[in-house]
């Protein structure tokens, strides 16, 4: 039976360790009915998990905001993963959390005492094209303003069809990434990374108040400045100032720290990655 | 086995009718994952479902612009809809339909070629309290402000996390809904209602342009103040002149004709409904 062991894959939902092929959520789930639902996405290098504390500190703030039943202590969640990434044999995986509020209640009320859904999939890591940390991403700057009284921005939601339209408007342009202004014309993040820019010897990234999501490689990377005494600022800029900074680089959990080459039609730095980026990149992979 | 015949109720999923107990969506399905899917709520009255042909062409034409498959013709669901109805023995239905992209696909792209999820659910409608088609609902405005650049505001999508933290709010400041303006601070709609004012003999109700949905009951309210000769307009205003309406009523296909009786602390209108909503409500009910 070499091949179904090759072909099954082994996901966690709600107590239970079973095959993919037979993961299913009821059809009155509210993750499925209202986007009632969170989730983390991070990765595991050598089989170990990365940031996951941190991650699992997100979820729960956000779980606790939202009146979401989070059931797991992080030594269960951790347990659970590592026994994904054994009977899936993989060792460098993508790791997504998904908690939805679970199926019932009352439509769009956050009605309490709803048994959660908790979803954990462990799959193969599909790593970025490695030319693009050498030559760095394109970006464009999204038509779309963010609210900056929009509630739910600095949450990790599975409210994502805006992120996929966003997406399909930056694939358009060609670009890698887009990046979104608030409605006070303040760069805020891009649709699936966080910004920064290198100016004047400082690293300068939006502060959270822009109504972004607190990334945890965001606060990897500010940390790793600290340690280096690298000045660092949390502040407001326009485009303006972006494209004319020395280095832009752009972060997540999953693609780690990525060079920005051009944002428009703006090239960006005299060498890809600029020697700031370059630090950070190295420092983070010490990291790991 | 006649407990189990009262008890059990029927739903239609991707192609096949099964008890709504058996329904469940994969664990892929980008519905639940990533908020990929819209869906429409609508009424039958007497086993009559009520301008199904409206709400499925908006289905269709946001499922044509959000690229997702919907396979199903007018009259296919129509049929379906019939034989849920009576197998459920339900006449005054709630009924909706989600659509989503279906499971798979590359994370946050517009994959063509994916299978949609398709789920149809028609449940015994709860009525709203019937003294509020009286007395009238209370409103207040929301501290959110609407992006008017928000690409998916015009489209019914099953992204409601950020409306149920404002019904949330609207709750906890013991209202019945909430108004959104959007960040021109012109109004633009409730939480899940058009709205509508009387002032100086005109029923104005906020533009398209505002970023709205495009309510079915919204047209529907238009179209009987044209046959009834009432002045109409689809305008931009602010809550200055809202406050000071002569009348203002909320819309959808759920609760239909609402009166509203107060906005934040600001008395609407001299009775309840106001001479213009109660023709308009009359008016609606003979179309029913």
Redesign the interface.
């Known amino acids: 039976m070499h091949s179904i062991s090759i072909m099954t894959k082994f996901?966690f939902?709600n107590g239970r360790i079973i095959p993919?092929t037979e993961?299913?959520?009821?059809?009155?789930?509210r993750?499925?009915?209202?986007?009632?639902?969170i989730?983390e996405t991070l990765r595991s290098y050598d089989g170990k998990p990365f940031k996951l504390a941190e991650h699992l500190e997100r979820m729960r703030h956000s779980a606790k905001q939202?009146r979401i039943l989070f059931e797991y202590t992080n030594t269960e969640i951790s347990e659970i993963i590592k026994t994904l990434i054994d009977k899936n044999n993989i060792q460098d995986a993508y790791i997504?959390i998904?908690l939805?509020r679970g199926a019932g209640g009352g439509r769009?009320?956050?009605d309490d005492n709803i048994e959660p859904t908790t979803?954990i999939?462990v799959k193969p890591f599909s790593p970025y094209d490695s030319k693009l940390y050498d030559e760095g991403m394109t970006l464009v700057v999204s038509?779309?303003?963010?609210?900056?009284?929009?509630?739910?921005s600095h949450y990790k939601?599975?409210?994502?069809?805006?992120?996929?339209?966003?997406?399909?408007e930056a694939?358009t342009k060609s670009a890698h990434e887009a990046i979104i202004l608030n409605?006070d014309s303040y760069v805020a993040e891009c649709?699936?990374s966080n910004i920064f820019m290198v100016s004047g010897g400082s690293v300068i990234t939006p502060s959270l108040d822009t109504n972004i999501l607190p990334g945890i490689t965001r606060i990897t990377v500010l940390d790793i400045c600290k340690n280096k005494s690298i000045p660092i600022s949390e502040n407001h800029f326009t485009t303006d100032r972006l494209i004319k900074a020395n280095e832009v680089f752009i972060t997540n959990s999953l693609m780690e720290i990525m060079p920005v080459s051009k944002i428009d039609n703006y090239k960006i730095g005299k060498v890809i990655p600029g020697m700031i980026t370059q630090q950070v990149m190295s420092a983070y992979k010490r990291l790991i």
């Open positions: 996901i939902l993919d993961g299913s959520v009821s059809t009155d789930d993750g499925f009915l209202y986007g009632d639902g989730y939202l997504r998904t939805s769009l009320q956050m979803l999939q038509d779309y303003r963010r609210s900056t009284t929009c509630p739910i939601t599975t409210n994502l069809l805006k992120s996929i339209l966003l997406k399909e694939k409605t649709v699936v």
